[in-house]
T-cell receptor
């Protein structure tokens, strides 16, 4: 079973920040939080990942709570091209015999003009 | 960034035939690859984990004789859907893990069985 819960869908106005929450209350100490997105009929695209510190790259920012039980993906200035299903995943993040990447339902983000 | 190439992008086949899907890591060595299938409006479902040089590990409910996985080299894994039937029609996606922490996905293969 997926170890994360996310809202089913969200809307965001174009140009505004999109904040996508994720709960992972059973996360283990050695598990990372990863975010991917999938545009219709394409493979998932890596966005960002983190362990416990906040992270930022050219695509997004990742805010992880101090207890690591939840996180938020922030798209600072959403565009129409950001319309996609966003998946929050927890995994060990290194080569191990038990590294499985299980996808939950994700959040369908619609960016509205 | 790392690239995973999946081929073909789409395939149509007759019921009873077999179809092979290839997944290649183009600029890194992938000791582990994962295969997923996805039905319309649903999330990705993990089918199996493929480790180079060893047998694949299948998820519960996935028939290993139906979905043959071969990971003969560090850059190539194949999924063969044997004796395909209409219910096997789906979007199949592979992913490859590099030596670091990241997982990269192919662009997917849409299989339609007539």
């Amino acid at each position: 079973d997926a170890k994360t819960t996310q809202p089913t869908s969200m809307d965001c106005a174009e140009g505004r920040a999109a904040n996508l929450p994720c709960n992972h209350s059973t996360i283990s100490g050695n598990e990372y939080v990863y975010w991917y997105r999938q545009i219709h009929s394409q493979g998932p695209q890596y966005i960002i990942h983190g362990l416990k510190n906040n992270e930022t790259n050219e695509m997004a920012s990742l805010i992880i709570t101090e207890d690591r039980k939840s996180s938020t993906l922030i798209l600072p200035h959403a565009t129409l091209r950001d319309t996609a299903v966003y998946y929050c995943i927890v995994r060990v993040g290194q080569k191990t015999s038990y590294d499985k990447v299980i996808f939950g339902p994700g959040t369908s983000l619609s960016v509205i003009p | 960034g790392a690239v995973v190439s999946q081929h073909p992008s789409w395939v149509i086949c007759k019921s009873g035939t077999s179809v092979k899907i290839e997944c290649r890591s183009l600029d890194f060595q992938a000791t582990t690859m994962f295969w997923y299938r996805q039905f319309p409006k649903q999330s990705l479902m993990l089918m199996a984990t493929s480790n180079e040089g060893s047998k694949a590990t299948y998820e519960q409910g996935v028939e290993k004789d139906k979905f043959l996985i071969n990971h003969a080299s560090l850059t190539l894994s194949t999924l063969t859907v044997t004796s395909a039937h209409p219910e096997d029609s789906s979007f199949y996606i592979c992913s490859a893990r590099d030596l670091g922490e990241k997982l990269f996905f192919g662009s997917g293969t849409q299989l339609s069985v007539l």
